[in-house]
């Protein structure tokens, strides 16, 4: 990864996708090689390296969305009382959800949730968002929303992005660079720069869809394993 790009992680289901962002976050030791954060070894789970997930409960039901950043930045990183509640504030206004700031998580709608968990990810000023299909679970409409909105808060923070997603149009509106993995046996197939393709409508979009399609079909010599994922848009 480098410092301040998107990088998305695209490939078929269990092919270790969850598993590599786990790594990287700290939660989980690699088995063999070597994983390097800013040159040394990743180290525990921190707050230089937030994580959003996809499921749409990470947030602490018994408290309100302000509270649970108020809380993570107190036992992450140690800030507490008005300092917190400052930057709480931001983050808020940030994804847009300042609305919503003293609703508890069961009286907010997906995209709502997934716009706190950010918010949350976010305040803790990690040098590394890493985030898993953090829009998989939402409608299409609400997902298109977000990732304007991801793209907007990335320009604005310069946070390095780690991406996991089965949305090729996500991945190449959204990444800098796309790797594109392989399963059976799970290994990397190619990193593609995609940094030319951000519009919809223009020929290198269409072009590397192409290609991103073709690294993510199955090949004969990857012996018999499961299809790439049907949800492949
Ligand atoms: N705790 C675990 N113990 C043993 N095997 C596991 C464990 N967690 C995951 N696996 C296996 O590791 C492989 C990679 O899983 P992982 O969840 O990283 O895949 P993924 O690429 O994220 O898939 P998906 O797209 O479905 O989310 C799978 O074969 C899975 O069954
Ligand atoms: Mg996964």
Known sequence: MRQG???V????SGCG?????????????PARGRL????????????????????FDQLFAWRTVRDNIVY????????HGAAAGKRADDVLAL????????RYPHELSGGMKQRAAIARALALEPTMLLMDEPFGALDAITRNQLQIELANIHRRTGVTIVLVTHSIQEALYLGDRVMVMTAHPARIREIVDTSAARDVETAEFAALTGRLRELLVHREE????????AALA
Do not use: W, Y
Not at 9 to 12: A, L
Not at 41 to 53: I, K, L
Not at 222 to 229: C, L, M, R
């Open 5 to 7: 790009e998107t990088f």
């Open 9 to 12: 992680i695209i490939g078929p």
């Open 17 to 29: 996708k969850t598993t590599l962002l786990k790594a990287i976050a700290g939660f989980l030791r």
């Open 36 to 55: 390097l954060v800013e040159g040394s070894p990743a180290r525990e789970p921190g707050p230089d390296r937030a994580v959003v997930f996809q499921d």
């Open 72 to 79: 993570a930045l107190r036992v992450a990183c140690r800030v």
């Open 95 to 102: 994804v847009d959800i300042t609305r919503a700031a003293d």
């Open 222 to 229: 990857d012996d018999a394993g499961e299809p790439p994922d």
